[in-house]
């Protein structure tokens, strides 16, 4: 799979087309939809079911250096308004503040991020480190890994630290059960 190929599948789902579209269209800084909804909308296609099928939400990552809560609720309101019509679930989480809960709520460290990409490196898996965004001219495809574990329907730690044996294990048994192609790498394999 290369990038051109990746993108056409990962937009053949409409929700993940409009997202991107919209996400040009509001001009938040270094805004990017990532992670799940993008390669499990490639396994899907992998696998002959519907684009959206399996898919719990829609991560949109931006980097804004107001790390106030008030200035990332006011997106995430203006967000949810803009995919209200959409149906589903937008996670929108601004990067420059992340480190400022992290820690508290999942007890691992997690030191300031400098951009929206150093957010996506630091997924639980390898599979999911990765982002598209809408630009004048097309898309740009954010894919250190690049894109052989995505084709390959491989699931394989990423670890870090921030990373959490507990989070990756209940990840991936929830994306067997849907996705029972996919091969599971153990939490220790990296």
Not at 66 to 91: C, H, M, P, Y
Not at 166 to 189: G, M
Request: aromatic letters at 10%; one cysteine or more.
């Amino acid at each position: 799979m290369n990038t051109n190929d990746f993108l056409a599948a990962a937009l053949r789902n409409p929700v993940n087309t409009a997202i991107s579209d919209q996400l040009l269209h509001l001009r938040l800084p270094d805004a990017w939809i990532v992670a799940g909804c993008l390669v499990q909308t490639v396994w899907n296609g992998l696998t002959n079911r519907a684009p959206d099928y399996g898919i719990s939400d829609y991560d949109v990552f931006y980097f804004d250096p107001d790390t106030s809560w008030q200035a990332e609720d006011v997106v995430i309101r203006q967000l949810q308004s803009q995919f209200a019509n959409l149906g589903v679930k937008v996670e929108v989480r601004n990067q420059a503040r992340v480190h400022l809960w992290y820690p508290q709520k999942h007890g691992l460290p997690y030191p300031a991020l400098a951009s929206s990409t150093e957010g996506i490196d630091r997924f639980l898996t390898r599979n999911t480190k990765i982002g598209i965004r809408r630009t004048q001219d097309g898309h740009d495809i954010y894919a250190p890994d690049g894109f052989n574990d995505i084709a390959g329907m491989i699931v394989r730690p990423n670890p870090g630290l921030n990373f959490s044996k507990a989070n990756y294990e209940a990840k991936a048994a929830r994306w067997k059960r849907l996705w029972p192609e996919i091969t599971v790498l153990p939490a220790d394999a990296a």
